[in-house]
T-cell receptor
Framework: DAKTTQPNSMESNEEEPVHLPCNHS???????IHWYRQLPSQGPEYVIH???SNVNNRMASLAIAEDRKSSTLILHRATLRDAAVYYC????????????FGTGTSLTVIP | DTAVSQTPKYLVTQMGNDKSIKCEQN?????MYWYKQDSKKFLKIMFS???????INETVPNRFSPKSPDKAHLNLHINSLELGDSAVYFC??????????????FGPGTRLTVL
């Protein structure tokens, strides 16, 4: 399984940007980087994904390092509703459709 | 409209019993999954079905038997429940694209407690 490494926890003040890092040094050229988050007592939900270029959507931005061995999920203005566990996942493109979740980063947003 | 739904939301039962959890998706997806999230919040895939056929069985005890009557449903039946089966079980679905862009949609989870 392709492996990702994330900090166990992070804190952010409300309405400030949050940068959630992820290391994936074993990534191969066709592996996609996915981010999901899990709000308390809910199922995981999709946030964003990318391959090589930086990506933006209404929820977040994904910055991917040039060598693709790391990436950063950026929440531009954290709100209390963003408090969740954020999972960085490598989706290996030439295998089955499974995700292998790591331990994720628990984000606390301080009012 | 709930995209991926599971029933029941909570399930409390005694050791040795047999129980089932149902999952339905209305997204028209071809692939469905079951995940187990233990007390340490680690989320691990158990099964994957594509068009009613088993694709992945991640070394799950054979007391766990998924059943897919059609591609919109994937039920999980558990025989002879053990204390260690206590966890939150999540169902998910995706289009099943054999590419890295496939996105999964998760249900709200079923919290199983075995006494």
């Amino acid at each position: 399984d392709a492996k990702t490494t994330q900090p166990n926890s992070m804190e952010s003040n409300e309405e400030e940007p949050v940068h959630l890092p992820c290391n994936h040094s074993t990534i191969s050229g066709t592996d996609y980087i996915h981010w999901y988050r899990q709000l308390p007592s809910q199922g995981p939900e999709y946030v964003i994904h990318g391959l090589t270029s930086n990506v933006n959507n209404r929820m977040a931005s994904l910055a991917i390092a040039e060598d693709r061995k790391s990436s950063t999920l950026i929440l531009h203005r954290a709100t209390l509703r963003d408090a969740a566990v954020y999972y960085c996942i490598l989706r290996v493109s030439n295998t089955g459709n499974q995700f292998y979740f790591g331990t994720g980063t628990s984000l606390t947003v301080i009012p | 409209d709930t995209a991926v739904s599971q029933t029941p939301k909570y399930l409390v039962t005694q050791m040795g019993n047999d129980k089932s959890i149902k999952c339905e998706q209305n997204l028209g997806h071809d692939t469905m999954y079951w995940y187990k999230q233990d007390s340490k919040k680690f989320l691990k895939i158990m099964f994957s079905y594509n068009n009613k056929e088993l694709i992945i069985n991640e070394t799950v005890p054979n007391r766990f038997s998924p059943k897919s009557p059609d591609k919109a449903h994937l039920n999980l039946h558990i025989n002879s429940l053990e204390l260690g089966d206590s966890a939150v079980y999540f169902c998910a679905s995706s289009q099943g694209l054999a590419r890295g862009t496939d996105t999964q949609y998760f249900g709200p989870g079923t919290r199983l407690t075995v006494l």
